[in-house]
């Protein structure tokens, strides 16, 4: 879609507007989220944080979710976000498929220096919905138990209306 189209798809009465899908850095949204601010909306960008946003980003996008990617992703991270820029409006989500990668988690949030209460934790949204909702009471309870300070949010949706299956 171009610039003009998604803009039309906006409703200014939603001021909060995320960008998110694959990985947003990737393309230029420079323009796109100009326009946005230009019409008075809240930016966030979701990213994995292996791009580091230009300047005029940094400037422009009010919050940041970064979500660094862990072993059980299989693939080489290394985060090249300029977080003491953003210190203040920037959030880490974690997506957590068992405890051992909370263990994992420990590691790098001390490694980076991030302040627990800025790291977010998720269950494994690709599990069905029995499993899904059985890793969620096992995070939630083992951040009790470890008295982590770091937040649990689970996917709302699945909470509301399951994973479901599309039919056609």
């Keep these: 879609m171009s610039v003009d189209q998604i803009i039309e798809q906006v409703d200014d009465s939603i001021k909060l507007v995320t960008i998110t899908g694959g990985e947003p850095l990737l393309q230029e949204i420079l323009s796109l989220v100009t326009r946005l601010k230009q019409r008075g ?28 990617k862990l072993s059980n992703a299989l693939v080489k991270y290394e985060l090249r976000f ?70 649990f949010v689970p996917q709302l949706h699945r909470i509301i209306w399951g994973r479901g299956v599309r039919k056609k």
Excluded: M
């Excluded at 791009?51 to 996008?61: C, D, G, K, T, Y």
């Excluded at 051992?100 to 988690?105: G, Y």
């Excluded at 800025?118 to 470890?146: C, H, R, S, T, W």
């Design 41 to 68: 909306h809240i930016i966030c960008v979701e990213t994995n944080g292996t791009i580091a946003p230009n300047e005029s980003l940094l400037r422009l996008v009010d919050y940041w979710s970064v979500s660094p």
């Design 82 to 151: 300029p977080v003491e820029r953003v210190r203040n409006n920037i959030w880490y989500k974690f997506v957590v498929c068992n405890l051992a990668d909370i263990e994992e988690i420990k590691k790098f949030v001390s490694a980076c220096r991030i302040p627990p209460d800025k790291v977010i934790l998720q269950p494994n949204g690709l599990l069905p919905d029995e499993k899904y909702f059985d890793l969620a009471k096992l995070i939630f309870e083992y951040l009790i138990a470890q008295k982590l300070p770091f937040r």
